[in-house]
C-alpha cells in the first residue's frame, strides 16, 4: 500500500469502554443506548468504539467495543460491511461476576498465533472495578467458513473492589521474544498492570508474575474504592526494531466536547520494563511521550491499536469531533519513526 490512507472519519454509534469516572453533570454526547441504529449493509460510517484491526486472506477485520463484541469487514479499510456480533447473548460468567452487565462488551483485543485467533474482552460495571477479562477463540474469522466458531474460555482475569488497586479491563496480549505471552490491563487506579500468561492464555502462569508498567500519580488520601485521579487506560504493546512500545491513553475519554483524551508512548528491552519516555523517565513515574493529542478539531484522541499491513504501521484509535458536537469517531492514520526511533503520525 504506497499511497497514504486518508484519515478515516467514521461515525461511532458503540460508546464503550468508558472512562472510570463520573461523566460530566450534563454531558455533551449522547449514552451508549441512544447511538443510531446499527447498519445493515455496506458503510464508510461503521459503529466503532476503542477499535482493534487485524487482517486475514485480504480482509480486514475490526473488532469494537458493543453488544456481544462489534464486528466488521472490509477489503480497504474505507468500506465496512457489519458481521455477526461474537456473542449473541451475555456469557453466563460474565452476568456471574458483573451483575449489572448486560451485554454490552468494552474493548476487544485481537491476535493470530499457533493456529488461532485469540480475542480478549472486558466487562465491568461503570465507575468500579468489579471488572473482568475474559477470552474467545477462533480458527478463522471468515464467517462463511466451516470451520468459524467462537468459543468462548470464559474468566482470565479479575479485579475486585477493596482487594485490588487495579481494574480488569482494556487488555492487550503481547508476546516477548521467546513467545511467551504476557497480558496487559488497566484503567485509573493504581496503573497498567501486565501479568504472565499460561501458554493456553486462559489463566495467569504459575507461579504468578504482575508487574506495574506505567501508572500516573494518585491522591493518596482517596478511598481505594474510587477510580482515582491518576488518568491513565488502554494499554497497548507493540514491537519493533528491538523494541518494545508502550502506548497508552492519558485523562478522559466519552464526555464529548469535554474529551481531553491524548495518547502516549515509553518503550523498553524487554517486554516486563522498564518502560521510558523519549526524556528517560520511567513511565512507571508517570512519563510519556506525546503521540497525538486532541486540537480544534478534535477535542480528544485516545485508545489505540497499532497494526501492520504492508509493511506500514497504522495507529488506530477513536477522537471526539469538535465539527460533530463531539460525536467519537475512528481514525486511522500512518505512523512515522524518527531517526531516534520513536513514533509520530505522519504528516500528510
Known amino acids: 500500500m ?78 465496512w460491511t457489519p458481521e455477526k456480533p461474537v456473542f449473541n447473548a451475555p456469557p453466563a460468567w460474565a452476568v456471574a461476576t458483573v451483575p449489572s452487565f448486560k451485554g454490552h462488551i468494552w474493548a476487544p483485543d485481537i491476535s493470530f498465533a499457533n493456529g488461532q485467533y485469540s480475542l480478549f474482552y472486558s466487562v465491568s460495571a461503570f465507575g468500579k472495578n468489579t471488572s473482568a477479562i475474559g477470552l ?14 467462537w468459543v468462548d474460555h470464559g474468566k482470565v482475569i479479575q479485579s475486585v473492589p477493596g482487594r485490588d488497586m487495579w481494574n480488569a479491563i482494556d487488555p492487550n496480549l503481547a508476546r516477548d521474544d521467546a513467545g511467551t505471552p504476557w497480558l496487559t490491563f488497566g484503567s485509573f487506579w493504581g496503573g497498567m498492570k501486565l501479568v504472565k500468561l499460561k501458554p493456553d492464555l486462559t489463566a495467569p502462569a504459575q507461579p504468578e508474575q504482575w508487574r506495574t508498567i506505567a501508572r500516573r500519580p494518585r491522591d493518596f488520601k482517596l ?19 528491538g523494541f518494545y512500545y508502550l502506548f497508552t491513553s492519558f485523562d478522559y475519554c466519552c464526555r464529548g466536547t469535554e474529551s481531553t483524551y491524548k495518547m502516549v508512548v515509553g518503550r523498553a528491552k524487554e517486554i516486563t520494563g522498564p518502560y521510558v519516555d523519549r526524556a528517560g523517565l520511567p513511565l512507571e513515574q508517570g512519563g510519556g511521550t506525546l503521540v497525538l493529542a486532541g486540537d480544534s478539531k478534535w477535542f480528544g484522541v485516545g485508545h489505540n491499536a497499532v497494526a501492520t499491513f504492508d ?19 475512528l481514525r486511522i492514520e500512518k505512523l512515522a519513526w524518527d531517526k531516534q526511533g520513536w513514533p509520530a503520525v505522519s504528516a500528510k
Open 2 to 79: 504506497t499511497r497514504m490512507i486518508t484519515t478515516a472519519v467514521l461515525l461511532l454509534t458503540c460508546w464503550g469502554a468508558l472512562a472510570q469516572t463520573a461523566p460530566p453533570a450534563q454531558p455533551t454526547a449522547p449514552s451508549p443506548a441512544a447511538g443510531p441504529p446499527r447498519p445493515t449493509g455496506p458503510t464508510t460510517t461503521p459503529s466503532a468504539h476503542d477499535p482493534v484491526m487485524i487482517r486475514q486472506n485480504g480482509t480486514y477485520y475490526m473488532f469494537c467495543t458493543g453488544m456481544g463484541i462489534a464486528v466488521w469487514s472490509s477489503k480497504d479499510m474505507k468500506t
Open 136 to 149: 474467545a477463540t477462533n480458527k478463522t474469522l471468515d464467517p462463511k467458513s466451516p470451520d468459524f466458531k
Open 223 to 241: 478511598n481505594d474504592s474510587l477510580p482515582g485521579d491518576g488518568a491513565i487506560e488502554a494499554p497497548f504493546i507493540f514491537k519493533k526494531d
Open 311 to 329: 509493511k506500514t504501521d497504522y495507529l488506530i484509535f477513536h477522537g471526539y469531533d469538535a465539527s460533530d458536537r463531539g460525536r467519537p469517531k
